[in-house]
């Protein structure tokens, strides 16, 4: 820490030297005319005598990521959004002024620079600089070449700087951005259209899952960050909204792993006149064609595994995966008392109060889901885990629903929608009953949504898609936090709280 602060006062004096000299180490606008792509596509097919026949002039700017200084000269390369360029600085051509402003440059300094292609002994495409302009001037250095930003909690913390040193971080976010492109074309062509729905919430509800509550002051109630959009969703279906679809942010007042983030995205779906099965279809569909556009590829690596997303996908109920993964008689699974037997035998912890539905369910998440590796619909969910699933026909007890497992971990949810009025708060009482019970995960009464539905709701089919997973499926990341630029992390400097609870109350002064 000593050394970075002396480093830190070095760059400091450096700052004091340029206003000195009459330059602003913080400059202003400066008009950019070319990418380093761009240089290296157009002009990286030339050979040294070409480039100096035809002089081509280039003005880009950029962030200094390597620099050497030969004391009258130095060569730099300057990275950009698209990329990296040589640059080539002689005292000769810049002349005193500029010359002294080379000599105050470190790598980390954003610069702009106006010059001429040419080539250099070694053979790499350069810019010979005539004018040298800075734009900002690095305080801190950046992490050093060879072991670089390497600590996983400081990349995430210091995304900036990640970014930066990085280039694979930077890819993967562009990467995020074609996806959720994709997935807005796929939809929109499909006859959905985009909506936005509250995020603040008087009553949460959607998913089974505990809120974040706020509090409005002017209105002097509470209100939670939801947890899901669904029930607004279903309200357009009601209101004549054939097809819609959300992609925007969740709040779960959950745990933090590599699954799981407590602000994440999702996108949401909603068809009329469709069910859980045009779903499956669907949702084949969608992924494909999005892995397509995408990674231009089917067969894909996530963590070792390999993942094949050709299809049909295949389908199977929770207990016909469970007894094909861990060998237990589909009939122990229908008996509270050998279904807590064959939890016991896989080492899977129940406690005494769960029912038969929550035990198969625990049973299926500890033994079976992780060694889903290729795409796989799971079916024939209980009620009791499904409070906004339409019944099946056949089976009353099982709802018309599927979670779908691709490389261990849930990737989407979905069902036929509950749209039965007098069914529906039946199961939001039941709901409302297993909070007072201590479930701080069970849904609340919502009477609105009720009411919506009383004024009917044709058969719907809806689903949810994480998107952080489908991103880290796609670009092959081990955690959500590598997919998200910003994930959720402890506090790191006590004054933060000092400072907010130092905020200013309605009526005082600021």
């Known amino acids: 820490m000593e050394e970075e602060h002396e480093l830190i006062q070095v760059r400091k004096k450096k700052v004091e030297d340029l206003r000195a000299m009459g330059i602003n180490p913080y400059g202003t606008r400066f008009d950019v005319k070319d990418r380093a792509a761009d240089i290296h596509a ?8 070409a480039l100096e026949a035809e002089k081509v002039s280039v003005v880009v700017a950029g962030r200094i990521v390597a620099f050497r200084s030969f004391g009258k000269a ?45 080539r250099t002994k070694t053979d790499e495409l350069t810019i010979e600089v005539t004018k040298l302009t800075m734009l900002s001037k690095s305080l801190r250095p950046l992490p050093e070449k060879w072991h670089g930003l390497t ?6 913390r210091q995304r900036y700087v990640d970014l930066i040193v990085n280039p694979e971080v930077k890819q993967t976010f562009i990467t995020r951005n074609k996806i959720i492109k994709a997935l807005r074309r796929f939809l929109d062509e499909k006859g959905f259209l985009e909506v936005e729905t509250p995020m603040m919430q008087q009553i949460p509800g959607g998913a089974t899952a505990r809120p974040f509550i706020t509090h409005h002051n002017a209105l002097d109630m509470d209100l939670y960050l939801r947890i899901a959009p669904e029930l607004y969703l279903k309200r357009l279906i009601v209101g004549g909204f054939e097809r819609v679809y959300e992609l925007n942010r969740n709040f779960r007042n959950e745990g933090i792993s590599i699954k799981h983030n407590p602000e994440f995205t999702m ?17 084949e569909e969608l ?32 207990e016909e995966a469970i007894a094909k993964h861990t060998g237990a008689p589909l009939d122990d699974l229908k008996d509270l008392g050998r279904a807590r037997a064959v939890a016991k035998a896989n080492d899977v912890h129940i406690a005494p ?11 299926f998440e500890k033994t079976t889901e992780f060694k889903l590796i290729n795409p796989t619909f799971i079916t024939d969910y209980p009620v009791e885990l499904s409070p906004l699933s339409r019944r099946n026909d056949a089976n009353p007890e099982l709802v018309d629903r599927f979670e779908l497992i691709v490389a261990g971990r849930e990737m989407a949810n979905a069902f036929s929608e509950l749209n039965d009025p007098v069914d529906q708060k039946g199961r939001f009482m039941d709901q409302v009953a297993q909070r007072e019970k201590g479930d701080v995960e069970a849904q609340f009464m919502d009477e609105d949504y009720v009411r919506a539905l009383e004024y009917g709701m044709p058969p719907t089919a809806g689903e949810g898609i994480g998107i952080d997973r489908l991103v880290m499926l796609l670009t092959d990341s081990a955690s959500i936090r590598d997919v998200i630029l ?25």
Do not use: C
């Open 74 to 118: 130095a060569f730099a390369h300057i990275q950009d959004v698209t990329g990296r360029v040589q640059v080539y600085m002689k005292k000769d051509v810049l002349g005193e002024e500029q010359a002294a402003l080379m000599k105050l440059l470190d790598i980390g300094d954003h610069i702009g620079v106006e010059g001429t292609l040419f």
């Open 267 to 283: 996108i949401e779906f909603y068809m009329g006149y469709a069910d859980y099965k045009v779903l499956m279809e669907l949702t």
């Open 287 to 318: 992924i494909t064609s999005v892995a397509m556009e995408t990674k231009g590829t089917l067969k894909l690596t996530y963590q070792g595994d390999e993942v094949d997303l050709t299809r049909p996908w295949a389908r199977m109920s929770m």
């Open 42 to 49: 157009g002009f990286g097919g030339r050979d040294k005598d």
């Open 151 to 156: 600590d996983v909690e400081t990349r995430y």
């Open 353 to 363: 109060d769960m029912s038969l539905a929550k035990v198969v369910n625990e049973i």
């Open 486 to 510: 910003f994930p959720q992390l402890r506090q790191e400097f006590s004054s933060i709280r000092n400072a907010v609870t130092a905020v200013p109350k309605d009526g005082d002064d600021a």
